[in-house]
Structures are given as C-alpha cells and as structure tokens.
C-alpha cells in the first residue's frame, strides 16, 4: 500500500461569500476521508450521508463524490491511497457501504472507538506538521494508516460475525448487501453514463466476478449491466431530441457515444429510426 497523495483543510467560511462549500471530485484511489469538526453532507455512489464528526469515510476509486460543508468553520483531512485492494475485507465494496453507513447512524450504537480516535488524530497532527518535510514522515504516517485499516477491518468482520447488530436497528426484511452494490452501480451508471464504462470498470468497483455481477444485474433491474448503460443513455438521447435544437453530433457526445455513426446506429437499432427521423417524428 502506497501513499498517493493527502492534505488537510480548514474550512472558514468568512472568507467565503457562498452559504456553503462544496469539494469533492473523482480520482483513480481509495481515499480516506476524515472529518474531523463542523457540518457535512457527503453525497458518494448515489448516497446521501448527513455527517456529524468526528467521522471516517472510504471512497472507492474512479466514484464521484462530493463534500458539502454547511458549518462556517470545518476541519477534515483526506488522504489517497493505492494498493488497498490487498486487503480483504477493504476490497469488497459491500463492505464500504455497510462502513460509510456506520457514519451515519446506520446503527445508532456505533461510534469510533477510542483507540480509533487517537489514531485519526494523530494524523491530523502530522498532517498539520507538513509530513513530507519530516524525516521517515510518510512512512510513519502510513503506518498510521495501516492502525486506522487494521481497525476498520476488525469492525467490519465483527458485524459479519454479529449480522443482529441491535435490535432497534436491524436491517429490513429482504436486506442484502450485493443487493445494495447493485444498486450502488446503477447509481454510479446513472450519474456517469456519458463516460467510458466497460463491464471490467464494474468488476473492479464491485469485487464481483463478470458473470455473477451479470446475473444478480439482471435480478435486480431486468438488464444487464451494459444493457442498462445503454437505456440510459438512450433515454437520454430522447431527452435531447425531443427537448432541444442540439445538433446530432452534440447529442452523441452528451450520452457518451464516441463518434455520431456510432449512436446513430446503436439508436436506430433500439428505436427503428434514425436520430433524425426519430425528432421529426416528434
């Protein structure tokens, strides 16, 4: 596991004119993201997380998120990683979900531990020393991030041993968390359609195998996972068409087709028309 990059930031909002910040992005690493004082929402994977700290989130790779801080003053540190692939519970995105959940009162018995705490702050007080001008800096600071793995890791194995978690909160009749990663994916689709997305991009965000994501797809929503891609961005399309002047050309670049002749034939495949005839017919 390698450090990739990491910074922390005060948030003060009387420099700011805006009501609330709003940060956040897509990078292709895990990111620890801590935060540490003031008020969040943290929309990620197609969930809303209304956050009160101190609170740790991981962000799978290649997912847009965005932090939005409605406090006028804030702390939070995030730090990318690579390589934590390796480690085995942190490999599977229903874990992270059940995760980001615990950090926002999925179980209202769940808090940091202690132990926990300590190290988060710790780091914060490296980060604040700029680390990388510290001799052996990075390397202690990613072994506090290993602390911090070690510790998430050894909590989401308790609550698969434990699936009652507490009474007052167990999850509905029916819960699954392949259930959910579907979901979570489609989601992703749905917010990400006009990008590149191929079946090995969902493998790799879901940890499932090619032919079991296939099928439990297809379970939840009637497509597979490219088929649904693809109805999305042909809905789309038809939004396109039949709201607005855009050129054919433009209309294939907003839902992700990578030349006109492309969409043009993926959409008289799906409609019986070309683009064309399909807005005159409007």
């Not at 079991?212 to 497509?223: P, V």
């Not at 050129?247 to 008289?268: C, D, L, M, R």
Request: proline share 6%; net charge neutral; aromatic share 10%.
């Amino acid at each position: 596991m390698k450090l990739r990059s990491y910074c922390i930031a005060y948030h003060d909002a009387t420099v700011s004119a805006a009501p609330e910040y709003k940060t956040g992005g897509i990078h292709p690493a895990y990111e620890l993201l801590f935060l540490a004082s003031g008020s969040f929402q943290l929309l990620w994977l197609g969930e809303k997380y209304e956050v009160s700290p101190p609170s740790l989130f991981i962000l799978t790779p290649n997912t847009p998120h965005d932090l939005i801080i409605h406090s006028k003053n804030a702390v939070f540190w995030y730090i990318e990683l690579t390589g934590v692939e390796e480690e085995p519970h942190l490999s599977k995105l229903q874990n992270i979900l059940l995760w980001n959940r615990l950090q926002s009162g999925f179980d209202p018995y769940f808090t940091l531990s202690p132990l926990m705490e300590r190290c988060l702050n710790e780091i914060s007080n490296m980060l604040d020393m700029k680390i990388h001008d510290q001799p052996y800096g990075e390397q202690l600071l990613l072994l506090n991030v290993r602390k911090i793995l070690l510790m998430v890791s050894g909590t989401l194995e308790l609550y698969g041993k434990d699936s009652k978690l507490s009474n007052s909160n167990a999850p509905p009749s029916g819960y699954s968390l392949s259930k959910d990663v579907i979901q979570a994916l489609a989601r992703y689709m749905e917010s990400t359609y006009k990008s590149k997305i191929t079946l090995k991009d969902l493998t790799q965000i879901s940890n499932f195998q090619a032919t079991y994501l296939i099928k439990r797809f297809k379970e939840e929503t009637g497509f597979t996972p490219i088929d649904y891609l693809l109805e999305l961005r042909m809905e789309a399309a038809k939004t396109y068409l039949s709201t607005t002047e855009m050129p054919i050309q433009k209309v294939a670049e907003e839902t992700g087709y990578p030349n006109i002749h492309h969409f043009s034939g993926e959409f008289k495949r799906k409609t019986g028309l070309s683009p064309t005839n399909w807005r005159k017919q409007r």
